[in-house]
């Protein structure tokens, strides 16, 4: 096996097992409503209810038993087969949107705005993503942009140090803007490959945070008029539906470009992402599925589909 096949194949155990609360629920929820040999309408009905509560989403689910009621109905049919179907099906809405992030050397740097919910992991997220540029032979500098939380500056400083990224920080609630402001100047004089930029998260006043953002994105563009040039949504599948509605926000406040789901790994509910995929067809990036600095992982749609139904 040459080392990158066994690096995926590593990757892909890292993900069974990051999913395996998902795949218990769906894949042996199929097993327990698919008790009789032919699927009925009764069964049917049952399936449809557990895609929809499995966070697949309403769309997937109604066409997935509409596709079964068409070519099973009465039919002998396994709970295995029922999974290779979804799977496939879930497949084919992913992969359009399984992008691997990419780096614009022209760009130098390549500003990427990381914005999100506070909670979902936008710091560690940007650790792993200055871990991975690091691997790949990319200087990096971070701007610890959400000045309103000390323990996400300091996190960022460690992350730093692991990746070899240089932070620009400032004092607890120093503008945000300004910060970003010197860190674009600081990347271009050090012709840093890339930019991460921090963001806070707060929701519970949607004004403040839409204000705050396009500041940053307004004095960044003294700067720069086309930065930032990647602007990338960190989603928690731990929320569940919720996800839908804070993509729906963000995609209001700023030009969201991409997508990485973190924490896949601490839930039941990683259907989440297909329903977010099928509703707003943006670029997924990566997905996390644990705390380590190697499960961050680019996205790939059949391995997450088999892996989410509980497939080998």
Known sequence: MTEAAAEQSGWFARLKRGLAKSAGALGGGISGVLTKRCIDGESLEALEELLITSDLGLALASRLTAELARTR???????????????????????GVAVP?????????????????????????IGKLAHNFSRQGRTTVIAAGDTFRAAAIEQLQI?????????????PGADAAGLAFDALKKARSNGADVLLIDTAGRLHNKADLMAELAKIVRVLGKIDESVPHSVLLVLDATTGQN??????????????????????????????????????????????VGEGIEDLQPFEAEGFARALVGLD
């Open 101 to 125: 992030f990419a780096i614009e050397p022209s760009y130098q740097p390549h500003v990427v705005l990381v914005v999100g919910v506070n909670g979902t992991g936008k710091t560690t997220t």
């Open 243 to 288: 996800a839908i509605r804070q993509v729906e926000v963000f995609r209001d406040i700023c030009n969201v470009t991409g997508i990485v789901m973190t924490k896949l790994d601490g839930t039941a509910r990683g259907g989440v992402l297909v329903a977010v995929a099928e509703k707003f067809g943006l670029p997924i990036h990566a997905i996390g």
């Open 159 to 171: 992350w730093g140090e692991r990746s070899g990224a240089e932070v620009i920080s400032s004092k």
């Open 73 to 95: 109905l009465d039919k002998e049919t396994t709970p295995e087969e029922v999974r290779t179907l979804l799977a496939d099906e879930i497949t084919n809405i992913l992969q």
